[in-house]
């Protein structure tokens, strides 16, 4: 006997007790989903076996008839799910059944509230699976076999859900899973077979594998005997993306999606398409309402599978979509790969490729009609984007939904859009259509480039923007005060890939976007007296001379230059980067995220008009101009959301100067 043989108690992994506690009191009203998740989980297994048998028959031990089969024991209280996918060993027992190896699952505890709806609701996001097996059972015994190992490495896994689980080898004659549920007092509802069957149609009529159920003994009509019960399909079992629309409810739609997408809200929007062309391929995509998790972390799991004639190859991954679109959800399905290849050689095919490209238009014009929508009513049949997709055309009617609520899908993921815009150069037009900001004149995080362009000024051929640590920071930041006082509204970026953005988006329809916080700054084209307002400005400057010199002495080498500046109308200075160096926003992220950077020296331009300023102007004595000096250039930095060099000094000279 070898040493994993033996019968042996392991402890939970602590998340998983505490998920378990959660789920079973935050889901306690939605029960049924227990069935979904164990179904969903037995069709993946199917499919996972499916696919690797077509490179090694053996696997299939001469059973490839997949299928799922539900029994009721109403005497022992329990519910059995079996089936013949590719089941696991038993290291696979303990890293699947018994850990939560997924990325997220910190995120997913810190965002916990304690409020039960609220937490519901995050824990239908996170995902159960297994687990909600709990939420019926008080006991749940899992025994499997992988496919191709003998029978004698089946492992039996069992437990009550109280942090710990019993794993013990046994002999297992077929391969795959039985899961048996010792169902809970409370949760009698699910030993009625109409009850289950109910489920099962709701939930898993669109999955490709047959779910069997004993069906019911015909009663003896008079002089004939019994009928006994015969075992029944009791799900549609074909596959939902190639099932005619016509036949096709929302309800098949948003049930197929909470399968897929292991969600458990109705998706966002979706997009239903056969192509034609060079290749031809089925594309069933949706969009979450919400983001999950994981979107975050570098590891995200991307959520498209790729089906080959109806069998499941992979998991999407970057082959199927971009990186920055990996939170949609869906299948594509193709006849031009062929069954046996590997990931390898997929990755390399130009078939692979033409979808790829296929499907980042479609997801892109799906995002477009519901921007349209989201500011006019009038509803567009076609996206606009059909026509450059030059590789497929649409055939039979384009079912494609959409809820207008752009806003709501902005507000999830338009920062992977941005991240679009870096990654993507062949659509980065497209994309820089669909992005949303909030401005000078909104903040709502709804103005679109357009919008901006539209609302320009006369004179105005500049996108102007600011970059700041959060939207208050950037709304209050003194650079906008001219900006104010001429109504020239500016882009307000908040969010760290921004940097970015703007190092990659550098023109919009023919207007460059300009950081209102780098370089110097000339509106003087823009506006009714701008002729005017250039002279006056000139005058200013000269009488500021004497001060601005007084400031280059006492700052030396803190500053790159000290210049006076047409941005301020209230603030006494303010910092400003060259044109072409890092902005002062972008080196706090990058020294934040722990990386070298070279010390920017920043340039501080001054505001003559104000009384700090023209004071400074006259003064004599040394310390009395060093301690102004260093106050604004201080001041300067904090109102870039930055600290100073020696913030007790500066408040001690601040004190000083007050008490004067
Ligand atoms: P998820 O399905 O989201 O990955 P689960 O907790 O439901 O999470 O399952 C964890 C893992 O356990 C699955 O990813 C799979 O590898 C394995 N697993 C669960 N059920 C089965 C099954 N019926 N057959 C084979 N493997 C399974």
């Known amino acids: 006997m070898t040493a994993t043989a033996a019968k042996e108690t392991r402890a939970f992994q602590t998340e998983v007790k505490q998920l378990l506690d959660l789920m079973i009191h935050s889901l306690y009203s939605n029960k049924e989903i227990f069935l979904r998740e164990l179904i969903s989980n037995a069709s993946d297994a199917a499919d996972k076996l499916r696919f690797e048998a077509t490179k090694d028959d053996a696997l299939n031990e001469g059973d490839s008839d997949l299928h799922v089969y539900i029994e009721v024991d109403k005497d022992a209280r329990t519910i059995t799910i079996r089936d013949n996918g590719i089941g696991m060993s038993r290291d696979e027992v303990i890293d699947n059944i018994g850990t939560i190896a997924r990325s997220g699952t910190k995120e997913f505890f810190g965002q916990l509230t304690g409020d039960q709806e609220q937490d519901a609701h995050l824990i239908g996001q996170f995902g159960v699976g297994f687990y909600s097996s709990f939420l019926v059972a008080d006991k749940v015994s899992l025994t499997t076999r992988r496919a191709g190992m003998t029978k004698e490495h089946g492992v039996h896994w069992e437990s009550a859900g109280d942090?710990?689980?019993?794993?013990?080898?046994?002999?297992?004659?077929?391969?795959?899973?039985?899961?048996?549920?010792?169902?809970?007092?409370?949760a009698d509802e699910f030993l009625d077979d109409w009850r289950l069957k109910s489920i099962v149609h709701k939930y898993a009529d669109h999955i490709p594998f047959p779910i069997r159920m004993l069906g019911v003994a015909t009663p003896a009509a008079e002089g004939e005997e019994e009928k006994p019960a015969e075992i029944e399909t009791v799900n549609q079992a074909s596959a939902l993306w190639t099932r005619p629309k016509s036949e096709l409810s929302d309800e098949d739609y948003n049930n197929f999606y909470k399968h897929i997408g292991h969600d458990f809200e109705e998706p966002l929007a979706r997009l239903h398409q056969k192509l034609e062309g060079k290749?031809?391929?089925?594309?069933?995509?949706?969009?979450?309402?919400?983001?999950?998790?994981?979107?975050?972390?570098?590891?995200?799991?991307?959520?498209?599978?790729?089906?080959?004639?109806?069998?499941?190859?992979?998991?999407?991954?970057?082959?199927?979509?971009?990186?920055?679109?990996?939170?949609?959800?869906?299948?594509m399905d193709t006849n031009d790969l062929p069954l046996n290849v590997s990931r390898e050689i997929l990755q390399k095919s130009p078939a692979m490729d033409a979808m790829k490209k296929g499907a980042t238009k479609r997801v892109l014009g799906l995002l477009e009609d519901m921007a349209k929508n989201a500011t006019s009513e009038t509803a567009t049949g076609e996206t606009e984007s059909d026509a450059d997709v030059v590789d497929a055309e649409i055939v039979g009617e384009d079912k494609t939904e959409k809820n207008t609520d752009y806003a709501d899908f902005w507000n999830e993921f338009g920062n992977c859009l941005k991240e679009g815009i870096i990654e993507d150069n062949d659509n980065r037009e497209r994309l820089a259509k669909l992005l949303r900001f909030s401005t000078t004149a909104s903040d709502d995080q709804a103005v679109s480039l357009s919008d901006y362009i539209e609302r320009m000024q006369t004179g105005q051929d500049t996108i102007y923007f600011i970059t700041a640590e959060s939207l208050a920071a950037a709304k209050h930041s003194p650079h906008l005060e001219v900006f104010r006082k001429k109504g020239i509204e500016v882009v307000l970026l908040h969010d760290r890939i921004d940097e970015w953005l703007t190092s990659h988006l550098t023109e919009f329809e023919g207007k460059k976007l300009q950081s209102i916080a780098k370089g110097e700054l000339d509106l003087s084209d823009i506006g009714d007296n701008a002729e005017e307002d250039k002279k006056e400005q000139e005058e200013k400057a000269k009488a500021a001379e004497p001060a601005v010199e007084k400031i280059k002495e006492s700052l030396g080498d803190k500053v790159k230059d000290v210049r006076v500046t047409d941005r301020l109308t209230e603030s006494p200075a303010c910092l400003v980067s060259d044109q072409f160096d890092m902005s002062s926003n972008m080196e706090r992220i990058l020294k934040q995220a722990g990386q070298n950077v070279p010390d920017m020296k920043p340039i501080l331009e001054i505001n003559p008009d104000h009384e700090l300023i023209q004071r400074l102007s006259k003064m004599r004595s040394k310390d009395k101009i060093n301690d102004y000096a260093s106050v604004l250039f201080d001041q300067a930095i904090l109102a870039e959301g930055a600290l100073p060099e020696d913030p007790a000094g500066f408040v001690r000279k601040i004190n000083a100067l007050l008490k004067q």
Do not use: C, N
Request: no cysteine; aromatic share 12%; net charge negative.
């Open 163 to 186: 942090g710990e689980y019993e794993l013990e080898t046994v002999d297992k004659e077929t391969r795959g899973t039985e899961i048996v549920l010792h169902l809970r007092e409370e």
């Open 279 to 331: 290749y031809e391929y089925s594309l069933l995509l949706y969009l979450p309402k919400h983001a999950p998790f994981d979107l975050w972390q570098t590891e995200a799991k991307h959520g498209v599978k790729l089906y080959v004639r109806r069998v499941f190859i992979m998991e999407a991954s970057e082959d199927l979509l971009p990186r920055y679109l990996r939170f949609v959800r869906g299948v």
